[in-house]
């Protein structure tokens, strides 16, 4: 990694990190959806998985606008969360127990790029990048929408039948 010297250059680095975030988060996600037994919990990350296709395709879009090519670095923090979620999925045998531990992994995930989102959106709005942080807005809101789904979830039905 080259030396982050200004706004901009922190701006790029997390939008590169995000980038990369998305893209291995996707495939954990669809892993925690095949092995959920809750079918509700099923739905819900299935539809989280596809959203993140757009979710890339956005920040494809942010790449374009701000002039600088897509593409990812390696999110060693991501890289912690997914291989900690991959453990869990392994060693968690109870069905019940699984899907309250697929939720308490999946919303690690949204809740790191919850961070990100709402720090890049912001960065986009004070580098005068309007339209990029507009789209950043957009997959935050999504995010949040998606985390706040597994809450309640959890809390209505999955956290009671793993106890």
Do not use: P, W
Not at 21 to 44: G, P
Not at 75 to 89: N, P, R, T, Y
Request: glycine share 6%; net charge negative.
């Amino acid at each position: 990694m080259s030396k982050i010297t200004d706004l901009r250059g922190l701006f790029l680095h997390g939008l590169k990190d995000l980038y990369y975030a998305e893209k291995q988060s996707k495939k954990t996600i669809a892993s925690m959806a095949e092995k959920a037994s809750n079918s509700d919990l099923k739905q819900q990350l299935e539809a989280h998985a596809s959203h993140s296709d757009t979710h890339i395709q956005r920040l494809d879009k942010v790449f374009e606008m701000i002039g600088e090519k897509a593409e990812g670095v390696t999110c060693e923090a991501m890289d912690g969360i997914l291989k900690e979620s991959k453990h869990l999925m392994e060693e968690v045998e109870d069905a019940e127990t699984r899907d309250a531990a697929i939720v308490f992994c999946a919303q690690a995930i949204d809740h790191y790029e919850i961070t990100r989102y709402g720090s890049l959106a912001t960065f986009a709005e004070r580098l005068g990048h309007e339209d990029a942080s507009n789209l950043l807005g957009e997959t935050l809101g999504e995010e949040e929408e998606a985390d706040e789904r597994l809450t309640l979830l959890a809390k209505d039905t999955l956290n009671k039948a793993a106890a």
